[in-house]
């Protein structure tokens, strides 16, 4: 196991974004706008939530089974000529792809978008072996150019303005000094990139799917990069999760048809590739199947049906939270609802705040195309952390006590009674004070001269009420 | 039909107007309803946490005291949720006591809809109006539709308040987006909590709407606080006060108050 991860604080690490009111305005505004284009091409279907319902069983059926498509997509794959290999974790992923760069002498990589090497930390592996790696997606470019991380699984970018990127690109790749022009800064990275592409002596990509009847694998991007990307160099690297399986060549279309839609709004990605072996008997194709922590995942009953992900970033855009917040503020490679569900499995001390950073609407849940039900596991897992006493001991305590109150009536009227009385006569700088998280924005509620209770005792029943006696 | 009213525990201690529109309305309808007296909270606060087990004696105390009715009517969403969709966690698969109780507990305007049939409510309430979509009633009880799903629902919240005579719905751009209330949540992730509960007012005030109604207390606490501090325009009503003939708060987002 690598060594423990620094404790993630959602709430202090979102403060910044948050309250920076038109950036996160702005940021808002830009993935809702997002989640309305999701929301057209989904009205758009008539048959919308049938594929919801069949993509969920295709992925529950596929995890049930999934050592046996395993072995058929690897025994399907070796036969049209790729080579499969298995990493238990991200050190084995990395080391058998440093090693297959290293057998073929390769200093120069090009890289589609794939958020599994993200996950497997290859980039900084690589260059610290001194292998240069370029991102070719325009997005993760921008954010590598930039020594950051992606903020979003599908638009690695989202969190940088038009100006910022201008800054950059005149920064590393000469553009003028204060070029926001979108299609400027484009042509920019293209021919930055065209360069790279031909230099280019392996090509690394993710995957969005792999069949186990065909041994096949199928990449979606919007950018023609993957494609580019390997159709260049000789060899061609494809990382993938071993959930990311289908067990048909038909299931395909059910997935592909959700996927865009709901990550981009669009009907389908401009590029649907296929690849079924290597290109030709010069070239290779390699495939790495990558367990890191999926096993154990599948192990769970609770949070089995995370292994449904198939990374559109629905559940990013539609979030409350995430919008607000910005994707940085979960600080992993995953952020988000799904991301939130995720890092705890990995490394549940470090990732305690996230389940957390919500609100518990369920608008994810509803969203999701392969039905994960989102909020039900990020309240599943505030119960686990509770139970391996990761929750801080103060709330711990207030809850116990407020546990205690709730089972005694009587005790709980008088708390009330007094908490009445006193948000009535204390002054307004006492029971508002910083302190006070609730107050420092909010006013607490006007406190009324009596419960309902009370009321009900006086008026509908023959009791008095137990304040007043 | 003898039904039990589930008052949660801060509109009993805070709002209490909202328990008591809830009663008479239900007695408008002809119900008999009491108030078990012993009843404090459902365990949601404990629950959504994580402190199961602090929620669990709770949960099991409110089964003791609310079964033996026909039906259990709650004027709140999320509390409803809570003992029909969460609840099981805390009794046996085959506790009969639970699962009857379970499957007769009700959200109020899902009661008034489903189980008593109602399509109309006389009165009058001649107002523009706008509506908030609390969580748990839309996307645990399916009170609505949810705009993420594509499954064509009753709103029926809305269907009740559309009822009253002169009454304007005014339409808000994001229909069922999160107040940001979130239990615990407004105050361990404060910042965007308030970020999310001013954005929704600020839609409801865009809309030209005098008061936003919500079939849960706790999301207008959350606003209602906001709105107060900055002072901003707009009032805040439970739909039972609204559906019980009470009129708009003088004071701006105060709700009807007793």
Redesign the interface.
Known sequence: MSTALPIVD??QA??EF??N?PR??WH?DSL?FVRTKR?RQ??S?PE??YLRESASAIKRHTIANLPDYLQEFEANATRMGAVVHWAADADEHNEIVLELLQKNHTQRIIKSKSMLTEECGLNEFLIENGIDVVDTDLGERIVQLRGETPSHIVLPAIHIKKEEVGETFHRHLGTRKGEADPQVLTEAARGHLRGKFLEGEVGITGVNFGIAETGGIVVCTNEGNADLGVSLPRIHIACMGIEKLIPRFENLGVFTRLLARSATGQPITSYTSHFHGPRDENSELHIVLVDNGRSRIRDSDTFRDALNCIRCGACMN?C??YR??GGHSYQATVPGPIGSVLGPTKDMKAHKSL?????????C???CPVKIPLHHQL?A???????KRL?AWN??IG??A??W???H?RL?FAA?YM??TALRYLPHSLTHNRLN?????????????????????KN??E?QPEESR | MNVALFVPCYIDQFFPDVAIATLELLESQGVNVSFPENQTCCGQPMANTGCTADAAPVARKFVEIFSGYDAVVCPSGSCTSMIRNHYGDYFAADDERFLKLRDNTFELCEFLVDQLGVRQIEGRFPHRVSIHSSCHGLRELRLAGSSEQMIPRENKLRLLVESLDGVEIMPITRQDECCGFGGTFAVTERETSVAMGLDRVQDHVGSGSEVMIAGDMSCLMHMQGLIRRRDMPMRVMHVAEVLAGRALPQKKAVSAGY
Do not use: N
Request: some cysteine.
């Open positions: 959602h709430p979102a403060k948050v309250t009111v996160s305005h808002d809702w929301d989904a009205q279907l919308w939530e539609t409350p939270v607000r917040s389940p957390y950073a919500c609100s518990l609407c369920g608008s849940t509803d969203v309240l897992w505030r119960g686990v952390l509770v139970g929750l709330k711990r809850m116990k407020a546990s109150l709730f089972r009536p709980f009330g908490a009445r998280e609730w107050a420092i924005d909010r006013e607490l509620p006007e406190p009324p001269k009596q419960s309902f209770r009370a009321w009900y005792a509908r029943s009791k």
